[in-house]
């Protein structure tokens, strides 16, 4: 673990998806920490059932990342009700899980919707404040699923390796601003994630997918409420990470994650090494200068 200095004065977070599962672990953590926190979800009523109700540390507002118009307005009360925002958490998300031929284009579009579109929308709402103040803390809540592609995991992938490619971006673009932007990759957690009320499958049912659509299906009915990692757990090494000096750019969460990761970063280095000839034969024999590119982020 990197060495944190805990931090004086309160900050502030603002949570998204803070009704249930890691958000609401997210948002305990923070308060437990002694900071203040505006925790979002479609509905409020929800959030004052999961957090109990608002009072001088706890503002709770209504937000669903895919209304614009809601953004902006649960950004402005923050600022008003806080002063700033120190700590942004995108967590709100979901997965559709089924095969890509079982999806449909409007299946990716809400997906994305949520996971994609919204984050970067509540990000864009964020940052001029953080810049402003020339301080921050972003955390986007990816997946092991934004580093690992899986079969019936395809749209939550793809969004979530969205996810990291935004963030990874983003971390260079603001680090000159005092702002660190830190993709988070969860493995499986004790959430509602695989519960009927948050997961998604394929409507259509093709005949050719039967047998992996229900060994898959069958795997995820399995491991909900079966899951290792602990959303509160999830929320205090959150906590850590915002104290850290230099936080990380990507950071895994749970023994299962660091697994998977690790398998990832194995197979990437072996499958560079077993084309690494053919890889390199594709350079012309033109004069080529590179030090004529002086941007520095593609170095
Ligand atoms: N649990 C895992 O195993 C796991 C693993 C890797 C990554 N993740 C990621 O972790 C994040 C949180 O998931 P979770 O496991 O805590 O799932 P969860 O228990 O189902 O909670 C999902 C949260 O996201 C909110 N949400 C969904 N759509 C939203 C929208 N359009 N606008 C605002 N809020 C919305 C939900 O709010 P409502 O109450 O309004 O529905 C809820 O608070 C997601 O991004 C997920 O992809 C989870």
């Given at each position: 673990m990197t060495s944190h200095s805990p931090q004086a004065s309160p900050r502030t977070w603002l949570v998204t998806g803070a009704s249930r599962g890691l958000g609401a672990g997210i948002v305990r953590a923070a308060l437990d920490a002694g900071d203040r926190v505006v925790a979002t979800a479609r509905r409020r009523e929800t959030l004052a059932e999961a957090l109990g109700p608002d009072g001088e540390n706890l503002l709770t507002l209504a937000l669903d990342v895919t209304r614009p118009e809601q953004v902006q307005a649960a950004v402005d009360a923050a600022l008003g009700r806080f002063g700033g925002i120190d700590v942004l958490v995108n967590n709100a998300g979901y997965g559709h899980l089924s095969v890509f031929e079982e999806s449909t284009p409007e299946d990716v579009q809400a997906q994305f919707d949520t996971n994609v579109f919204g984050l970067m929308q509540v990000t864009r709402a964020v940052l001029p404040s953080m810049r402003a103040r020339r301080t921050g803390r972003i955390f986007n809540i990816s997946s092991v699923g934004g580093i690992v592609g899986g079969e019936s995991g395809t749209l939550y992938c793809t969004s979530k390796f969205a996810v990291e490619g935004f963030s990874e971006s983003l971390a260079g673009e603001v680090r000159r601003f005092g702002i660190h932007v830190t993709v988070v990759e969860p493995g499986?957690?004790?959430?509602?994630?695989?519960e009927p009320t948050s997961v998604r499958h394929g409507a259509s049912a093709i005949a050719d997918y039967a047998a992996v659509s229900a060994d898959l299906k069958a795997f995820y009915d399995a491991r909900s409420r079966n899951q290792a990692g602990d959303p509160l757990r999830f929320g205090k090494a959150l906590v850590t990470l915002a104290d850290a000096p230099t936080p990380p750019v990507r950071w895994s969460a749970g023994t299962d994650a660091l697994g998977m990761v690790q398998a990832k970063i194995t197979s990437l280095q072996a499958e560079l090494d077993a084309w690494r000839e053919l890889s390199a034969s594709t350079d012309g024999d033109f004069e080529f200068r590179p030090e004529a590119a002086t941007a520095t982020a593609w170095r």
């Amino acid at each position: 673990m990197t060495s944190h200095s805990p931090q004086a004065s309160p900050r502030t977070w603002l949570v998204t998806g803070a009704s249930r599962g890691l958000g609401a672990g997210i948002v305990r953590a923070a308060l437990d920490a002694g900071d203040r926190v505006v925790a979002t979800a479609r509905r409020r009523e929800t959030l004052a059932e999961a957090l109990g109700p608002d009072g001088e540390n706890l503002l709770t507002l209504a937000l669903d990342v895919t209304r614009p118009e809601q953004v902006q307005a649960a950004v402005d009360a923050a600022l008003g009700r806080f002063g700033g925002i120190d700590v942004l958490v995108n967590n709100a998300g979901y997965g559709h899980l089924s095969v890509f031929e079982e999806s449909t284009p409007e299946d990716v579009q809400a997906q994305f919707d949520t996971n994609v579109f919204g984050l970067m929308q509540v990000t864009r709402a964020v940052l001029p404040s953080m810049r402003a103040r020339r301080t921050g803390r972003i955390f986007n809540i990816s997946s092991v699923g934004g580093i690992v592609g899986g079969e019936s995991g395809t749209l939550y992938c793809t969004s979530k390796f969205a996810v990291e490619g935004f963030s990874e971006s983003l971390a260079g673009e603001v680090r000159r601003f005092g702002i660190h932007v830190t993709v988070v990759e969860p493995g499986f957690f004790r959430t509602d994630f695989l519960e009927p009320t948050s997961v998604r499958h394929g409507a259509s049912a093709i005949a050719d997918y039967a047998a992996v659509s229900a060994d898959l299906k069958a795997f995820y009915d399995a491991r909900s409420r079966n899951q290792a990692g602990d959303p509160l757990r999830f929320g205090k090494a959150l906590v850590t990470l915002a104290d850290a000096p230099t936080p990380p750019v990507r950071w895994s969460a749970g023994t299962d994650a660091l697994g998977m990761v690790q398998a990832k970063i194995t197979s990437l280095q072996a499958e560079l090494d077993a084309w690494r000839e053919l890889s390199a034969s594709t350079d012309g024999d033109f004069e080529f200068r590179p030090e004529a590119a002086t941007a520095t982020a593609w170095r």
